[in-house]
């Protein structure tokens, strides 16, 4: 279930893109689920012909899902398949990101994979020849230009930093009544959770591993693409289209459609991130080993969960190591060391030392760190080292045992716990003690499962605010905007310096800020 801010956030990144009759459809999705055209209809009030146009231009932008379910029939009727559509919050969220997705692929690729892959998001979903012909027309360039784009395709594929698309519209058989419940993906073993439908949608729509990443070059010359092409090569950059319903949603399966794969970029982002926790942490060593097994985890054919790296022998480890910057003088020794501190145990069995990182432990001690500057600020140092005792305990502290541990009158303990527990940093329960006399007794404790929640959705709503405030500064100074740069001159200079030095501050704010969004939401 999203956050209320985050709803916010999505809604207002929707209007922002792509106008209020998309935000309308994307707001009603996310605060009432799966629903199907009528009921969109009813609770938009929007007519049918604004409703299918929305929602074909979100699913070419990746921010709804179509499936296909099927209802019983009343009365005796056969069954019948309908059609519902869901909101990809996910994917509307990481709209805020692409400038650092762009950064990403200019870094690792280059220019050339760079003007493709901004392409793509700004597209949404094109066609290799859509994808090439626009790079030739912005280029400029002949044959040897487009061979240049395809091979910078290839590219973008290969990183996997660019995907095939889903099935336009997967259908999703019922369970049948013996039918067990599904694991939820990256659950322990023995953990039974029922799937939701909309988790069973996205992964009936995802194409096979093996076709996911594959680029068949003997069809990208397809004839049945020149129409589309020539629609693509008549927007001009930064222009939005939209497209017709044949288009969209791709049925003809000749037609392969690409996008971007942010699932790639959030694994990069959240490896970065932990490589730079430890390093502030713990220290240069340990950071550049946790480098080393993320990369080797990285390019290791087997799939890797996401709160685990791939377990990786100690040689392979150190041949890794030693090709890092500052690793070359380490030796087994050290590696071992470095190890033990990013919590891996010793194997029992030396011929066959072999070791993983748990990165899920990494990322705890990440938001933990990140919410304690948040109650520091706010609450002050007394509640700052309440809430340090109380989250490094896996127990209940009395009221009593709280101000003895941090060396705070009881009183004022009280009132410093009472003020967390109503802003939702800590939890309260209330106990009887039964004894000579009875008497009530609170417990404190720190539910980080709900703290997380509670967090994210303030980092939402504050991001929410950023990005308004952006908005407001430039609507005020949009005459000046609109000027010659040559007639800025005098009040008009101060006025545009003022600008965009306000503009540069908020924009950082705002891209540190979702950062510390992913931590809680992506990682």
Request: proline share 3%; glycine share 4%.
């Amino acid at each position: 279930m999203v956050s209320p801010h985050g709803v916010k956030l999505a809604v207002y990144l929707i209007s922002s893109f792509f106008g209020d009759h998309n935000a309308k459809v994307i707001e009603c999705l996310l605060n009432r689920g799966t629903l199907t055209l009528a009921q969109i209809l009813r609770f938009t009030e929007l007519s049918r012909e604004n409703v299918r146009s929305c929602l074909l231009v979100l699913i070419h932008h990746n921010c709804v899902q179509a499936l296909a379910i099927q209802q019983e029939g009343a009365f005796g009727d056969a069954p019948k398949i309908i059609t519902q559509y869901m909101a990809l919050f996910d994917n509307i969220i990481h709209r805020m990101r692409f400038p650092k997705f762009i950064e990403m692929v200019s870094q690792e690729l280059g220019k050339e994979c760079e003007g493709i892959f901004e392409g793509l998001l700004q597209h949404g979903r094109l066609s290799l020849n859509q994808i090439l012909d626009r790079h030739k027309q912005m280029a400029s360039q002949g044959d040897s230009g487009k061979d240049a784009a395809l091979d910078s395709f290839k590219s973008l594929v290969n990183a996997r930093f660019v995907e095939r698309c889903p099935a336009p519209e997967p259908f999703i058989a019922p369970p049948s009544d013996d039918e067990t419940p599904a694991k939820k993906r990256g659950a322990k073993a023995g953990k039974m959770a029922e799937v939701t439908i909309e988790q069973r949608a996205l992964e009936a729509a995802a194409p096979m591993e093996s076709l996911r990443f594959l680029v068949e070059t003997d069809s990208w010359n397809d004839a049945s693409d020149k129409e589309s092409n020539k629609k693509t090569n008549d927007i001009a950059v930064g222009g939005k289209r939209k497209l017709d319903e044949s288009e969209l949603l791709a049925k003809d399966e000749s037609k392969v459609l690409w996008r971007v794969n942010f699932e790639e970029f959030i694994r990069r982002a959240r490896h970065k991130a932990c490589i730079a926790n430890v390093k502030a942490r713990l220290n240069d060593e340990a950071a550049i080993v946790l480098d080393a097994i993320l990369e080797l985890s990285r390019s290791s054919e087997t799939k890797v969960k996401v709160d685990n790296s791939a377990s990786l022998s100690i040689n392979s480890i150190y041949d890794a190591v030693i090709k890092k910057e500052g690793g070359l003088g380490m030796d087994f020794e050290r590696i071992r060391a470095a190890l033990v501190q990013l919590g891996c145990e010793t194997p029992l069995i030396p011929i066959d030392e072999s070791y993983s990182i748990d990165l899920k432990n990494i990322i705890e001690l990440a938001r933990t760190e990140e919410v304690e500057p948040i109650v520091l600020k706010r609450y002050g140092r007394e509640a700052y080292r309440m809430f340090r005792l109380l989250s490094k305990a896996s127990r209940l502290f009395l009221t009593d045992e709280v101000s003895d541990a941090t060396f705070v009158e009881k009183k004022d303990a009280v009132k410093i716990l009472l003020g967390l527990w109503k802003d939702d940093y800590v939890e309260m329960k209330k106990i009887i003690v039964r004894g000579t006399s009875q008497s009530e007794q609170m417990l404190w404790s720190v539910n980080k499962q709900s703290l997380w929640r509670h967090v994210l959705d303030e980092m939402y709503h504050a991001a929410l605010n950023l990005r308004l405030r952006i908005t407001h500064e430039i609507e005020q100074e949009k005459e000046t905007l609109q000027m010659p740069r040559e007639k800025l001159t005098g009040e008009l200079s101060i006025k545009y310096k003022r600008l965009m030095k306000v503009r540069i501050a908020l924009e950082s704010a705002l891209m540190n800020l979702d950062d510390a969004i992913m931590l809680f939401h992506d990682f």
